[in-house]
């Protein structure tokens, strides 16, 4: 799709325009990464892959109040950036010293007038002179000459809150949505050896309507930036679904993989092989299993199943985070080795019996926390340490629980929540607090609310963590989110999913019933009304911002007394 070239001094179209949601971008898809071989792959460590390169660290970087003043050319190869200063990646913008930080609660720090983010505010408002402030970022990178004749992708994991992509002066793409994935194939803008990399930073954009959570507001690009490559003929999506079966006993291991055939001919038929392994790199006795898979006409994708039986595998919960390692082999022929992708795998089974939640037909209670991605010295950055220690912490806490608020997180708490034990309720990048009751009903934003719904299932559906979905938070309950709901199931029918805005009992479209900030005696009451027919969700409860979460015990009392309550998640965790 061809981008309009920006005006000189004017702003980019798409910045207000709702319902472009990027140009050029790929497919949302399951969090994956090439490997180079077997032994590379049963780490499943995506970042460490041969076929992978980092491009954090250091970028020259210039940053202007508004956008008339952005440097409009600074993508061009013979544009001198000597005299930019430098910025780490990642980083948010305002901690490095540039800019205004903002914390809301709710409201936006731009004046209300969507999709339009430039309209002028009252003149105390601190957008009155950062009007949209603009970031503009620049790097060199290399392609290794190894990847000849492969696809190069680009990976942008989050940047706040829209952005431009250049590659050798060369427009690749558009990208919105701050907390999800923007990813490009960029093979047709490279070449061996050195390149460079040029991206233009929007704070604001008519996503930023959606992005209205309770927070600190921050900008830039603040997750990790990543080049890797991938055959021509590549597994471009996968689904792993690892149940046991009706006696809790033996494993279902059931995964639907998508071949993409992105050269200009039709491939050869091919075959694909699962192997299962213990986390020592050991093979599962009969965790084997393989498909044929027909030729591809030129530019298609078909979709292919694997199944495999294993007999009593050990079980995942939050108590007993037993994982093993699944291996996608697509091979040409047997001397070949073809592309190895790899995954962690637990099994367990999620199922609604009534008012019961219950996890390999055992009802549990999900206690923890609301958790931003948010350290006082870094903002929006939280390395992996900080997770771990976060997943520390949660666990000295006995908590088994926590809820994503209000976004999709970085893709790496997911695989440390597999591993630590917790049960993710795993929220979408969609809150509209300051629209409610209207952007959910809004048609120019119903794109985006899928889009962000479609994106959070597409990338996380393979964790065993993740046990139920959340839509998002403090939207109103209209149409666009009913749409989002028949998105989601479309794509995983038997998670469970959730929506505190979707009216309770009767009419609910979700799976459980939510709600927010009860006290003791409005939790005996939901759970004694009869009228009430699925799990009680308390998504936000014991408000726990500068004060000391008056009466918790009473209510974790009676979260424990009802069966029908499956527990919830204090507001907030640390931030």
Known sequence: MPIPSPSVIGLPPEIENPECLGINKEPAHATLMPYGSSAEALTCDRRASSFCRDLNGDWRFHWVPTPDHRPTEFYREDYDDSRWATIPVPANWQVEGYGTPYYRNWGYTIQKDFPRV?????????????????????????????????????????????????????????????????????????????????????TYCAGSYLEDQDMWRLSGIFRDVTIWSQPTVHIRDYFVHADLDSAYRDGMLRVVATVRNKSGQPTQARRLTLTLHDLSGGDVEDGAASVDLPAIPAGEERQVTIELVVAAPRHWTAETPELYTALLTLQDSEESSGEILACRVGFRTIEIRGRLFCINGVPIKVKGANRHEHWPDSGHVVSEERMRRDLEVLKQANCNHVRTCHYSDDPRWYELCDEWGIYLCAEANVECHGYMNVLDREPTYKKAIVDRNVANVESFKNHASVIMWSLGNECGPGENFAAAHDAIKRIDPDRPTHFESFPRGEGNPADVDSQMYMDANGIIAVAQDTKFTRPYYYCEYAHAMNNSMGSLGEMVDEMDRWPGIMGGAIWEWMD
């Not at 408002?125 to 290399?142: C, D, I, K, L, W």
């Open 118 to 202: 430039m309209t002028e505010p009252p003149a105390e408002y601190t957008a009155h002179a950062e009007r949209n402030p603009v970031g503009s970022y620049r790097r060199n990178f290399e392609v290794p000459a190894e990847w000849s004749g492969r696809r190069i992708m680009v990976t942008f994991a989050g940047v706040d809150s829209a952005f431009y992509l250049w590659i050798n002066g060369r427009q690749v793409g558009y990208s919105t949505n701050s907390r999800n994935a923007a990813e490009f194939d960029i093979t047709d803008f490279v070449s061996s050896g050195q390149n460079l990399m040029a991206v233009e930073v929007y």
